[in-house]
């Protein structure tokens, strides 16, 4: 059973305007949200996470949106730039547990 | 700081013969995993480990092995490999485990049992 998921393989976003990245999931009992960006040949980085108890969180361009009522979450970039081009993927967290469960990602192309 | 690196970068191993993915921080982190990706889908835990000499299952632990004898360096050992172990490997670490913890991830090593 996929806990997280991405139901959005692939997105592709002209330069400048934003890019909206979604990510569902199943299980209430996540504490926090991240963000990972992932570039070919190198392992994920970290971009950014939200707090189950928060809606929003931002950091530059960078913005997550959670909404627990309908368990979904959003990543927006604005305005997106070609080094945004990625993979990216979601992953939540149950609190003491050492597992994060990860979606299967979102490869973002910013056309210049 | 290297940060996370992981040896080697790819490798090709027949059925049935066993190696060692070899992963080292230089950060001091006391937490370390090690996650297999498989083409379309997400990272899975594979095996995890709090400190020097503790070291737990994750999601998908069958057919692997590990040991955490320093801070530094958390190997995972693959015995009889199989075809169903082709995969990407990445070794991560981080500092604490308090909720929204971020991890450090390796480069990855691809491995391919044929």
């Known amino acids: 059973d996929q806990q997280v998921k991405q139901n959005s393989p692939s997105l592709s976003v002209q330069e400048g305007r934003i890019s909206i990245l979604n990510c569902d999931y199943t299980?209430?009992?996540?504490?926090?949200f991240l963000w990972y960006k992932k570039y070919p040949a190198e392992g994920p980085t970290f971009l950014i996470s939200?707090?189950?108890?928060?809606d929003k969180n931002e950091d530059g361009r960078f913005t997550v949106f959670l909404n627990k009522s309908a368990k979904h979450l959003s990543l927006h970039i604005v305005p997106s730039q070609p080094g945004d081009s990625a993979v990216y993927f979601c992953?939540?967290?149950?609190?003491?547990?050492?597992?994060?469960?990860f979606g299967t990602g979102t490869r973002l192309k910013v056309l210049a | 700081n290297a940060g996370v690196t992981q040896t080697p970068k790819f490798r090709i191993l027949k059925i049935g013969q066993s190696m060692t993915l070899q992963c080292t921080q230089d950060m001091n982190h006391n937490y370390m995993y090690w996650y297999r990706q498989d083409p379309g889908m997400g990272l899975k835990l594979i095996y995890y480990?709090?400190?020097?000499?503790?070291?737990d299952k994750g999601e998908v632990p069958n057919g692997y092995n590990v040991s955490r004898s320093t801070t530094e360096d958390f190997p995972l050992r693959l015995e009889l490999a199989a075809p169903s172990q082709t995969s990407v490997y990445f070794c991560?670490?981080?500092?604490?485990?308090?909720?929204?913890?971020?991890?450090?991830f390796g480069p990855g090593t691809r491995l391919t049992v044929t």
């Open positions: 939200i707090s189950s108890i928060k």
């Open positions: 480990s709090v400190g020097a000499g503790i070291t």
């Open positions: 299980n209430s009992m996540f504490d926090y």
């Open positions: 992953a939540a967290d149950v609190s003491g547990t050492y597992k994060y469960i």
């Open positions: 991560a670490s981080s500092f604490t485990d308090r909720p929204g913890y971020e991890q450090y």
